[in-house]
């Protein structure tokens, strides 16, 4: 009899669980994605059990070393069993080189929900350099110093202001 009531229990406040449970779903960019720029542009969708709703969300990360919040989005009209879709865009800009974690907690109805943390690396796309003169194997005859020339090609999206 006891074994019987208390698996009914469990099945019951795992039914309510069920019934009030808000998902989180990290879109993009997709996990292990690696960004050249520096200017995370990260989106979620939140989901709220059948007859919630969704109040906000926010954004997560590790990119300044700590976790923490980094943003909160409100949502401006609150409905009932609507899907609400987070885009995070410039918040987090000029990031330093790196592999960061990220993440968005939904929160509605008092119930609040994280997805599994995403990573992201952050890596800056390297110009091209190509030395045009002096031709490969010269050398100075009076010891003196050599003119080297080089040109230089951004990589797409970027400018080169200057090469040294």
């Known amino acids: 009899m006891k074994k019987s009531m208390f698996i009914l229990g469990?099945?019951?406040?795992?039914?309510?669980?069920?019934?009030?449970?808000?998902?989180?779903?990290?879109?993009?960019?997709?996990?292990?994605y690696s960004d050249?720029?520096?200017?995370?542009?990260?989106?979620?969708?939140?989901?709220?059990?059948?007859?919630?709703?969704?109040t906000s969300a926010t954004l997560y990360s590790n990119v300044d070393g700590t976790w923490k919040?980094?943003?909160?989005?409100?949502?401006?009209?609150?409905?009932?069993?609507?899907?609400?879709?987070?885009?995070f865009t410039n918040y987090i800009n000029q990031s330093a080189e790196g592999?960061?974690?990220?993440?968005?907690?939904?929160?509605?109805?008092?119930?609040?929900?994280f997805a599994g943390n995403n990573t992201i690396k952050v890596q800056y796309a390297r110009p091209t350099i190509a030395t045009t003169s002096p031709a490969d194997g010269s050398y100075s005859l009076d010891g003196e110093s050599i003119a080297v020339v080089c040109t230089a090609s951004p990589a797409g999206g970027w400018n080169i202001s200057a090469v040294s």
């Not at 542009?41 to 007859?51: A, I, R, V, Y």
């Not at 592999?99 to 929900?113: A, E, F, H, Q």
């Open 10 to 32: 469990l099945i019951l406040m795992l039914s309510l669980f069920l019934v009030y449970a808000t998902t989180t779903l990290l879109t993009s960019p997709i996990d292990n």
């Open 36 to 54: 050249d720029d520096g200017y995370l542009d990260l989106k979620g969708t939140c989901t709220p059990s059948s007859g919630q709703n969704i």
């Open 69 to 87: 919040a980094n943003k909160t989005l409100s949502v401006g009209i609150v409905g009932i069993d609507v899907v609400q879709y987070f885009n």
């Open 99 to 113: 592999t960061y974690k990220w993440n968005i907690l939904c929160t509605g109805n008092d119930t609040t929900s």
